[in-house]
């Protein structure tokens, strides 16, 4: 038995949460080979191509929760990895410690708290599927997949840019208002989801410990 | 003369008036379960229902294969939502989600009810402060959004923690969303349809809609992918099929081979035509009389009647073997009438005990053979020699079949030694004497039956073989003891004893447990008191759970939920299916998943030293069942004999001649089993069955040799009227025995061996001064 669409919304923010994560794997070195290094607008291939270039297969994060039933955000910190050519994991590792991996289609959730390890299924949920495809097609440059997806919007320059993303699917609507990336050449910086409802998340990166 | 014809002219109005009424009223049915017998304890009647119309008969198990799991996926996806709209489909599971946002609003506003984590310390400000920070966790994981909309009015969790305890079939692997295989290389599914497992027909039609569902979706993109099916519903129909089938060859077969050899032995298309008359008479009547009386006739009966009715030829065969240049076909009759008399009332004796068996499918089979040869015997005697020509004689009879009779009156030795030797082969032989395991006369073919215990691991279904049975007088007491016996089968499941296990209380609490939980719901007052001591310290927005409040006080008034509240969802369904009405009583039936060891099993849960749970292995259960009929009939058999005895007894008013008639039968019965031993055959219900047959012809032959009055020519022509009728005999079930089918093989067998045996022992222990020519 499936718990419909709420669970979607979760597994929704997860796997945005972890494509951000390997989004965010982008060094300044390399994205200084790529785009305009004059502060000119930049194009979406042209974020794309950076990040795909700058790509690493560890990050880490923070992230704060703003939710209209709180007072104030919550905060978790831990890891983000990212394993070519689809495995996405993001480790809490602060307040308590949990794990969400994405292998194909395959979500595994552990928590040892809580003594739960659980496995689903992305197909369950076509509207996120489609998300998380759209991510993949960004951490592998294919802009052209992007787009189908999203409504794609790029603004500032190669120094400090911003990549909003609405979905065009009415069930992708449901679950998410937009996605807001920023960051400056081939780094990514911050990944901000504002919900439907108000609610939102925003996860600063920063480079981890390299393995 | 005029008054002879006055027979012929009520068999005509009758026959006219069977023919009307077969054509116009007769229902033939083809469900399986009609066959079966009721059971003669509870648990079997129980368990035939469950078999009936339970939902381990409803289910399908399907899987797609042939095709990469992506396209796998697809395929399985695109066939659900179509047979999801099927009208004779009441469920069809493939991983997707099952449970629509109606169900959910319903499940949600009973959660107090529901939840087995409602207590009263569950409001307790300490209980509640501790829910609410595993709240504030989910909100800072990925699961927030998931949870989110019911923090302000579950804030303590209890609807998902219902939807947790109820999800089934996590075992299953998926793929994209479907369950697939282990290995990605075939993707389930399962489908309860409306009709019984045991309705062929209408199995048959919703199969065939499946089908061509599937042909439709992968038809085109993916030519190589199949679509394998398994389940009691598909074996129904390939065993309905597979009966009609044969019946029909075989019998077409059976009847060409006899009227050719009625033609060879008489030279006459006439008689053969003749011999039609009290045979198709029989075969109306036969019609007639089971409608009647069990107000339908099964296809199988009517398939299996018919042959067992070949039989009825022996009269019409008598008849001609006796017509001589001396007398008239009716002085003939007339002749041979008080031994054909006596043979007809002692092989009805034996076919009545068909019918007291008790076993449906054996009694109308029983009913059908009395009315049938009543009815051909009559006609044979009223109606058949009216219809021969004056001075008809069919060809000349051999005369050396005497000289044959008299080797044989000689070698009566033979009959000793045959029943010392069948008697030895039964004692030493490693052939068990009775068929044990229903399984080994089941037709369904052994490939289909491991298919089905592949696609049942794969989907971590049970096999439907191991059952906890808990028995109550009303419905909530019901769900009370299924209650009490949920930490017992935890128990066993943690202990490795089997793997899992469904059971009604699981879904539906009883009332005793919905008002305790009720009770427990605090009032207003206190738990506002308690939720505010609770959120203390907690970044929870101010007045965020007023609708709690609400719903807590809402919900301790709410009325009580029962198995209403679920009707026409597929949690419904479940719920139907794992709890009903046995005349009267309440019955849950919990499937056991995985059991490792039935004896230890069984020993644990009569353990529990309550008389209303029990463990039932269906397997030997249902072995059971068959076991209890069989010993049945072969008491009947032995009454019959008796019966017949005394019957004879009475109407040869001889001992010796008493003595002559019985002997080679019982002798004939004891070698026919030693030789069904020696050439591997264990005896089940169905062999025994035609044993009752073959009593009923090896009577009719000893009765014949016997016949005091034959003298010479006579003589010569009950021999080969005889011969004649063993020989069609023999021709019709000897055809019976090649079936693939093993009950119509162990009828075939039996009775081909029983006329032949009998014959040769009746002809062995004949009379020597009734035939010195």
Not at chain 2, 39 to 46: K, N, S, Y
Not at chain 2, 102 to 108: S, Y
């Given at each position: 038995m499936n718990f419909g669409t709420t669970q979607t919304r979760w597994i929704f923010v997860l796997s945005v949460l972890l494509l951000a994560g390997n989004v965010a794997e982008v060094t300044a070195e390399s994205s200084l080979s790529l785009g305009d290094r004059s502060g000119n607008v930049w194009t979406v291939e042209q974020v794309v191509a950076s990040l795909k270039e700058g790509r690493e297969p560890s990050v880490s994060f923070e992230e704060a929760t703003?939710?209209?039933l709180l007072t104030e955000p919550l905060i978790v910190r831990g890891l983000l990895r990212f394993t070519p050519?689809?495995?996405l994991e993001k480790e809490v590792l602060e307040p308590y410690r949990e794990r969400y991996l994405i292998e194909g289609d395959r979500v595994t959730f552990e928590s040892e708290r809580k003594h739960v390890k659980k496995t689903i299924s992305l197909e369950d949920y076509p509207a996120l599927r489609s998300f998380v495809e759209a991510f993949r097609a960004t951490l592998t440059g294919d802009v052209a997949q992007l787009k189908k997806v999203y409504e794609t919007t790029v603004d500032g320059t190669s120094r400090q840019w911003t990549l909003l993303l609405r979905p065009y699917d009415p069930a992708g609507k449901s679950m998410v208002d937009y996605l807001l990336l920023s960051g400056s050449e081939g780094r990514l910086t911050t990944i901000a989801i504002r919900a439907p409802d108000g609610d939102r998340s925003v996860m600063t990166l920063r480079r981890g410990p390299s393995k | 003369m005029k008054a002879a014809w006055w027979p012929v002219l009520v068999w005509v109005a009758l026959i006219t008036g069977a023919v009307w009424f077969?054509?116009?009223?007769?229902?033939?049915?083809?469900e399986l379960g009609d066959l079966l017998p009721e059971?003669?304890?509870?648990?079997?009647?129980?368990l035939l229902t469950q078999v009936r119309s339970g939902l381990a008969g409803r289910m399908l198990l399907l899987a797609i294969e042939g095709a990469p799991p992506d396209e796998l996926a697809r395929l399985s996806k695109t066939l659900g939502e179509g047979l999801r709209e099927h009208a004779q489909i009441d469920f069809v599971g493939n991983g997707m989600q099952v449970l629509s946002s109606?169900?959910?609003?319903?499940?949600?506003r009973a959660r107090y009810l529901l939840s087995r984590t409602v207590r009263a310390e569950t409001f307790s400000a300490d209980s509640l402060h501790a829910a609410l920070e595993q709240r504030l966790d989910e909100l800072r994981s990925p699961l927030a959004s998931m949870i989110k909309a019911y923090i302000p009015t579950d804030p303590t969790g209890e609807f998902l923690g219902i939807l947790q305890s109820w999800s089934g079939w996590e075992s299953s692997a998926t793929h994209r969303g479907v369950w697939m295989s282990g290995d990605h290389q075939r993707a389930l599914l399962v489908v309860e349809t409306k009709a019984a497992g045991f309705d062929a027909d209408a199995q048959e039609a919703i199969q065939r809609d499946i089908r061509a569902s599937f042909h439709r979706v992968a038809d085109g993109p993916s030519p190589s992918a199949r679509l394998l099916m398994s389940g009691p519903g598909v074996f129904t129909v390939e065993i309905q099929r597979t009966i009609e089938r044969e019946v029909w060859w075989l019998s077409t077969l059976a009847a060409t081979l006899v009227f050719l050899f009625l033609y060879a032995s008489y030279r006459s298309w006439m008689l053969v035509l003749l011999s039609l008359i009290p045979l198709s008479s029989g075969i109306l009547a036969g019609m007639v009389a089971v409608h009647s009386w069990f107000g339908f006739v099964h296809g199988i009966t009517l398939g299996f009647g018919i042959t067992l009715l070949g039989v009825a030829d022996d009269y019409p065969i008598h008849l001609f073997s006796h017509l001589n240049k001396q007398a008239s076909a009716r002085a003939t009759m007339r002749a041979i009438w008080p031994t054909m008399r006596l043979g007809v009332l002692t092989t009805a004796i034996g076919f009545s005990s068909l019918l007291l068996a008790g076993f449906p499918a054996l009694a109308q089979l029983g009913l059908f053979a009395l009315a049938g040869l009543g009815t051909a015997v009559l006609v044979t005697r009223w109606v058949l020699p009216v219809c021969i020509p004056a001075g008809f004689v069919p060809r000349e009879i051999r005369t050396d079949l005497l000289g044959t009779m008299a080797y044989l009156s000689k070698a009566k030795v033979v009959v000793p030694v045959a029943v010392v030797l069948a008697t030895i082969v039964m004692i030493w032989s490693d052939t068990p004497l009775w068929e044990e395991d229903l399984a080994k006369i089941s037709p369904v073919s052994e490939e289909k039956k491991q298919l089905d215990q592949q696609l049942r691991r794969a989907l971590g279904a049970p096999d439907m073989r191991d059952l906890l049975v808990v028995e109550a007088a009303t419905q909530e007491d019901l769900l009370e003891r299924s209650e009490a016996v949920m930490p017992q089968l935890d128990r066993l499941r943690e202990a490795g004893a089997l793997e899992g296990y469904d059971l009604v209380s699981r879904y539906l609490p009883s009332h005793h447990v919905q008002q305790e939980r009720q009770q427990s719901l605090p009032n207003s007052v206190d738990l506002k008191d308690w939720l505010g001591e609770a959120v203390k310290g907690l970044p929870f927005a101010p007045g965020l759970f007023v609708p709690f409040l609400d719903e807590v006080e809402v919900a301790r008034r709410q009325p009580l939920v029962d198995r209403d509240l679920f009707r026409g969802t597929p949690l419904g369904l479940k719920i139907e299916a794992l709890m009903l009405e046995d005349?009267?009583?309440?019955?849950?039936?919990?499937?056991?998943?995985?059991?490792v060891d039935r004896q230890g099993l069984k020993a644990a849960v009569a353990g529990w030293g309550e008389s209303a749970v029990t463990y039932v292995d269906i397997k030997e259960e249902s072995n059971r069942l068959m076991r209890d009929y069989r010993n049945r009939t072969v008491q009947l058999l032995g009454w019959g004999t008796i019966a017949i005895a005394g019957a004879l007894a009475i109407g040869l008013k001889s001992l010796s001649q008493l003595w002559r008639?019985?002997?080679?039968?019982?002798?004939?019965?004891?070698?026919v089993v030693g030789i069904l031993n020696l050439s591997g055959e264990s005896l089940s219900l169905f062999h025994v069955a035609t044993l009752l047959l073959v009593v009923g012809l090896g009577l009719d032959y000893a009765l014949f040799f016997n016949r005091v009055e034959d003298q010479g020519e006579e003589r010569q022509r009950t021999v080969f009227g005889l011969l004649v009728c063993s020989t069609t005999t023999v021709l019709v079930f000897g055809v019976l025995a090649c079936s693939s089918i093993p009950v119509l093989h162990a009828i075939g067998l039996t009775a081909a061996c029983g006329s032949l045996t009998c014959l040769l022992f009746a002809g062995f222990l004949a009379g020597q001064d009734s035939h010195v020519s």
């Open positions: 703003y939710s209209s050519p689809s495995t | 077969t054509g116009t009223r007769l229902s033939v049915h083809s059971g003669t304890t509870a648990t079997q009647r129980l109606e169900e959910r609003q319903v499940l949600f005349h009267g009583r309440w019955v849950a039936v919990a499937p056991l998943r995985g059991v008639v019985l002997v080679p039968i019982i002798a004939g019965l004891i070698v």
